[in-house]
């Protein structure tokens, strides 16, 4: 099977199975793809996939009919091709065309893809690819414009006003650079920033986060020089000023209560020199060697790992730890430019979610000592899982209070602080300090 015919079979999946874009792209039957064929693959899916909403509303106006009377195959065969023609600009037209009308599986099939890209390849050289009228229905024109559904383009109208909704959604589709933490206990930060730039690498210093650097674009993390070595690992910029909010020191008991895949419990070893007792607990089973593979490569013998459930109170942790990490499931509103498939089923999760977050905030607040900080956190962009959840908590935990604070250029109001991709450059986070009163 060639590249674009593995693509698709992994778009069929998509859509049939419901299968999540990271899992499918682990697929064995891509094992004999060449190194340069599974990045264009994983290219060709992911932007399939992430402009599926856009596509759809060109095929629909191309074929003159809506895509619901499309056969899914001969649809995804469609989207395959416009990922080609209109995401990218290496492929040439005739080669995108050629290659995908041969995946058709019957002359009709491959007459009809061939007529539909062909009239997209048109319109986009005249610029006149159509949208619906942003003076009649913004949501609708944004929606289609940016690919996401009409419903979380609303939801951010609503937080952040037109422009600033629409600057968001800008940056989730355009802005794609991988943030890398440093093991300072191995390597120097400046030293691995001019080691990146000698090697080719675009790169800088985060103005956040004092253990991060930026790399410009997508890169394979375990292919830069100094993984292997444990140097540094990969979380964004955000997550690792939450680690240094949570300001763990030496000596201390630290929980970290949905721990995988690890980042904030590694970041949170390195802050304190390896020198903390770290308890790193997730609810799968199965994520828990994501943790230790992870703490063995970079060298930190701080970090023990358990399976638990987050919801369940346990006797004897409570007021054990002295910081603890509440980084709690969540819709992921914060993340939608880098999980392709996440802003088609973020809106069900809105709703159920705050509640779930709140029993495993309550039960954390248990295992904390007098005295101790926790940090509650999430990467979305939804207040009823943000600041909503942490007021509710506040009116009824009498011992606890937000306490305010400064992470390089960054600074909270009430012990609050959200960052925002198109104005901070990171993923969507929320963070809150909260601390419980000393006895007495």
């Not at 995946?103 to 006149?128: H, M, P, Q, Y």
């Not at 390597?187 to 410009?216: H, M, N, T, V, W």
């Not at 390195?270 to 994501?290: M, P, T, W």
């Amino acid at each position: 099977m060639n590249l674009r015919g593995a693509t698709l079979s992994l778009l069929d999946e998509y859509e049939l199975c419901g299968k999540y874009v990271n899992l499918s792209l682990s697929s064995h039957r891509l094992d004999g793809l060449s190194r340069e064929e599974r990045a264009l693959l994983t290219a060709l899916f992911y932007t399939a996939v992430e402009n599926k909403l856009t596509y759809d509303y060109y095929i629909s106006a191309a074929a003159k009919r809506p895509t619901r009377e499309i056969d899914i195959h001969t649809l995804n065969l469609l989207r395959l091709g416009c990922a080609q023609i209109l995401g990218m600009d290496k492929i040439p037209d005739h080669t995108a065309v050629n290659e995908t009308v041969k995946l058709g599986s019957n002359k009709g099939e491959r007459g009809f893809v061939n007529a539909v890209l062909r009239t997209l390849i048109r319109w986009r050289d005249a610029n006149s690819l159509p949208l619906p009228e942003r003076e009649r229905n913004l949501a609708r024109h944004l929606s289609v414009k940016y690919s996401f559904p009409v419903a979380i383009v609303r939801h951010f109208i609503s937080l952040y006003g037109e422009a600033d909704a629409e600057a968001l959604l800008r940056t989730f589709n355009t802005e794609k650079y991988t943030d890398l933490t440093v093991n300072t206990l191995k390597a120097d930060r400046e030293a691995l920033l001019s080691r990146l730039c000698a090697e080719g690498i675009s790169a800088a210093k985060s103005p956040y986060s004092q253990y991060s650097l930026r790399l410009f674009g997508s890169y394979s993390p375990t292919l830069l020089h100094g993984f292997a070595e444990g140097e540094f690992f990969v979380q964004d910029a955000s997550c690792a000023v939450s680690a240094e909010v949570l300001s763990p020191v030496s000596g201390e008991e630290i929980l970290d209560l949905c721990a995988a895949p690890g980042g904030k419990s590694f970041a949170v070893a390195v802050i304190s020199r390896d020198g903390a007792k770290i308890l790193s607990l997730d609810l799968h089973e199965s994520k828990l060697s994501l943790i230790s593979d992870g703490a063995a490569r970079l060298g930190l013998r701080s970090i023990s790992v358990e399976q638990n459930d987050a919801t369940l109170p346990r006797v004897e942790f409570f007021e054990k730890f002295d910081r603890i990490i509440c980084d709690v499931p969540c819709s992921g509103l914060g993340v939608l430019g880098k999980k392709a498939d996440l802003r088609y089923n973020a809106e069900g999760a809105m709703e159920h979610l705050p509640q779930l977050q709140y029993k495993i905030l309550s039960v954390a607040a248990k295992y904390l000592k007098r005295g101790g900080t926790l940090v509650y956190s999430t990467c979305t962009l939804n207040p009823n899982e943000n600041e909503s959840n942490v007021r509710r908590f506040l009116a009824e935990e009498s011992d606890f209070s937000t306490e305010d604070f400064s992470v390089g250029e960054l600074r909270s109001a009430d012990g609050m602080l959200t960052l925002l991709p198109h104005i901070h450059h990171t993923d969507g986070f929320f963070i809150a300090k909260l601390v419980k009163k000393p006895r007495g």
